[in-house]
């Protein structure tokens, strides 16, 4: 088996994005040629074999003494991570986190245009957001075949978003990022990512209280 066709393991996946950062933030500061898997291992917060083992995968060893070509990588990340074309997006949501996705230029600027809003609200349908009309999410099957929508993104109330999942899925959409605070279940051949910014924030508290002491910001015993 030659190495392009090698299956690259989750862990190396969900690395290759914090690599692909990292290079990029290089070739934008002092425009290296070269990097060291050490270098890289720094930016990336990973250690070096990890990183040698993980562009491996690329089929990418690099030069002893030399390092990796910083272009090259580049290169080999975003075909990789399929990042050498768009991927429109829909959203299905339009409140204030809705609101916020379509109004962030960054998705654009990675690959992935925001293609269309929906909401279920017909309130809301007919309303400009960041230049886009919001559409009624009835509309998502004709949405999805027009627009050619490669991911949805769901920013529902968690109580909703097992039936956008599902409403998405119908549509042809196999690709999921849920920002909605709930889990939802999808089929096996769908890729569904998760953000749960609430278990972000208690991950961050476990460790604020590691290094303030453990008894930091006790005042209130809970009883619910």
Request: hydrophobic content about 45%; charged content about 20%.
């Amino acid at each position: 088996m030659s190495e392009r066709t090698r299956r690259i393991p989750e862990a190396t996946v969900a690395r290759l994005p914090v690599y692909l950062r990292s290079l990029l933030g290089l070739a934008e500061d002092d425009k290296a040629a070269t990097i060291s898997s050490e270098r890289l291992a720094e930016l990336a917060g990973v250690n070096a074999a990890k990183v040698r083992k993980d562009l491996s995968y690329l089929g990418s060893y690099g030069t002893r003494g030399v390092g990796y070509d910083v272009e090259y990588l580049l290169f080999q990340m975003s075909r990789e991570l399929g990042l050498t074309h768009d991927w429109p997006v829909v959203i299905v949501g339009v409140g204030n986190l809705g609101q916020a996705l379509a109004n962030y230029g960054g998705f654009t600027d990675r690959g992935f245009p925001i293609a269309a809003l929906v909401d279920a609200d017909p309130a809301k349908v007919g309303e400009m957001v960041h230049g886009i009309a919001v559409r009624h999410i009835d509309d998502l099957p004709a949405i999805a075949d027009g627009a050619g929508i490669a991911i949805g993104i769901i920013a529902t109330p968690a109580g909703a978003a097992q039936e956008v999942a599902d409403r998405l899925v119908a549509a042809g959409i196999t690709s999921i990022l849920n920002f909605a605070p709930a889990l939802v279940t999808v089929p096996a051949e769908t890729s569904l990512r998760k953000v749960d910014l609430a278990v972000e924030l208690q991950i961050l508290s476990f460790y604020q209280q590691q290094r303030a002491g453990p008894r930091a910001g006790v005042t209130v015993a809970r009883t619910s």
